[in-house]
């Protein structure tokens, strides 16, 4: 068990400029979740994949945000035109289909990525 | 999304048992309870989780209410590296997604 990876750790961007961050969930994981956590505050969720398939979105996640997980494994996430207030740490999670139902599975959670917009 | 109430702060000697409360009033039978932490420039960790009764893991103790309005998290020594923010979250079986509040930062003093 390696545990979830996210690449890069930290970017510094100017306003205006696109973002791609990449996570690496635990490769037997089916689930995969992105937050955004912003300083004092819990997680926030973003998005949520089962395999390939996008299956749920939050209202935090404008039009400038898009999300893939080509062939169930790795997921990206994509900010155009980056604004100040999208400077946050970006959490991606993942986790496995339970006997128990999706109430009760564990997600484990990458280090982040630390996005500061200048 | 059912909430949680939890204090901001709690402080504990090392060594000492810790209980962390959380208040679900809202909570539905659904509901399973979640416990994370988040150590500093860390991602959360899992905890433990529940739904009607008491539950116990390596790293801690999760004691339910009988009417489940209300949980608390039992370390039963805290070590320093115990010191983090604790998230109490409710997930619904029919697949919510987390939502964490600010959780308890808690501080373990030596």
Redesign the interface.
């Known amino acids: 068990d390696t545990g979830v990876s996210q690449n890069p750790r930290h970017k510094i961007t100017k306003r205006g400029q696109n973002v791609t961050f990449r996570c690496d969930p635990i490769s037997e994981h089916n689930r995969l979740y992105w937050y955004r956590q912003t300083l004092g505050q819990g997680p926030e969720f973003l998005t949520y994949f089962q395999n390939e398939a996008q299956l749920e979105k939050s209202r935090l996640l404008s039009d400038r945000f898009s999300a893939e997980r080509p062939k169930g494994s790795f997921s990206t996430l994509e900010i155009q035109r980056t604004e100040q207030g999208d400077s946050a740490m970006y959490l991606c999670a993942s986790s496995r289909t339970g006997t128990g139902g999706r109430g009760t599975d564990t997600q484990y959670f990458g280090p982040g990525t630390r996005l500061t917009v200048l | 999304d059912a909430k949680t109430t939890q204090p901001n702060s709690m402080e504990s000697n090392e060594e000492e048992p810790v209980h962390l409360p959380c208040n679900h009033s809202t909570i539905s039978g ?3 309870i979640h416990w ?1 932490r988040q150590l500093p ?6 905890v433990i ?1 529940g739904l009607t009764s008491n539950v116990n893991n390596r790293m801690a103790s999760l004691a339910i209410a009988e009417d489940r309005k209300s949980s608390t998290l039992i370390l039963h020594r805290a070590t320093l590296r115990d010191a983090a ?1 604790y ?1 109490c979250i409710l ?5 919510q ?7 308890t930062r808690l501080s373990v003093l030596p």
């Open positions: 659904t509901d399973y994370y420039s860390q991602g959360p960790e899992y989780h923010v998230y997930r619904s079986v029919y697949g997604n987390f939502v964490f509040g600010p959780g």
